[in-house]
């Protein structure tokens, strides 16, 4: 069975620290990866999606980064943190190439507070 | 502009009711619409995947249509119960990319 592992759990970082997300998949190859994040009293807004190695799109401008070093993982970076970055961070995959009928799984997410 | 919207924030029903909610859609009608549920704390939990062909789908106590006139889902969950207590959210896919998600609905079930 798939099982998705993200981490840490939850950070505390001081305005314009960096900031690393990691996020690993097990039981698949080749998923489609996300990168999700959930402010308070909004919705899930998608930061990042890849399709394989190396392929990121970015969905929203801003200064977070994102690679897929490896099939299976993706990292979420910041080289400097705003007060705006918190939030809950929520990584996920899903299988078919074009999204159609695309079920998504998700991690158990990473509560960021900047401060 | 919002490509799918969940209108209520909360909902408050007694035990042993249907819990009814409303997720509208604009543009476009999406091949599928998709619902989940999340715990507070939690990443969602995939419930049901109801395609634009389908008018209605049913898991155990959960009931859910596609409603494409009135470009709606509707999501049911009958009997419900104090467990049943969580965040819906209804998503849909838009073009190439991946899935758009609603706000969400806050599902409180009162014993």
């Known amino acids: 069975s798939q099982t998705i592992h993200q981490w840490p759990a939850t950070l505390v970082q001081p305005v314009g620290s960096p900031l690393s997300l990691e996020c690993t998949v097990e039981g698949t190859s080749n998923p489609n990866l996300y990168w999700y994040r959930q402010a308070a009293g909004r919705g899930l807004q998608l930061l990042f999606y890849s399709v394989g190695i190396g392929q990121i799109s970015s969905e929203v401008p801003q200064n977070l980064s994102a690679s897929r070093p490896q099939d299976r993982q993706f990292i979420l970076s910041s080289k400097k943190l705003l007060l705006s970055d918190s939030g809950f961070y929520l990584c996920?995959?899903?299988?078919?190439?074009?999204?159609?009928?695309?079920?998504?799984?998700f991690g158990e997410g990473s509560w960021l507070t900047v401060v | 502009s919002q490509k799918i919207e969940q209108n209520s924030e909360a909902l408050n029903i007694q035990e042993g009711k249907t819990a009814t909610l409303t997720c509208n859609y604009t543009n476009y009608s999406p091949a599928y619409l998709q619902w989940y549920r999340q715990d507070p704390g939690r990443g969602p939990v995939f419930l049901l995947l109801i395609r634009e062909n389908e008018k209605e789908k049913r898991k155990e106590r959960l009931k859910v249509t596609f409603d494409t006139t009135l470009k709606q889902s509707l999501f049911h969950i009958t009997a419900s119960q104090p467990a049943d207590s969580a965040t819906y959210l209804c998503?849909?896919?838009?073009?190439?990319?991946?899935?758009?998600f609603g706000k969400g609905t806050r599902l409180s079930v009162i014993a």
């Open positions: 998503a849909r896919p838009l073009g190439n990319t991946p899935l758009v």
């Open positions: 996920a995959w899903g299988k078919t190439p074009k999204f159609s009928g695309n079920t998504i799984y």
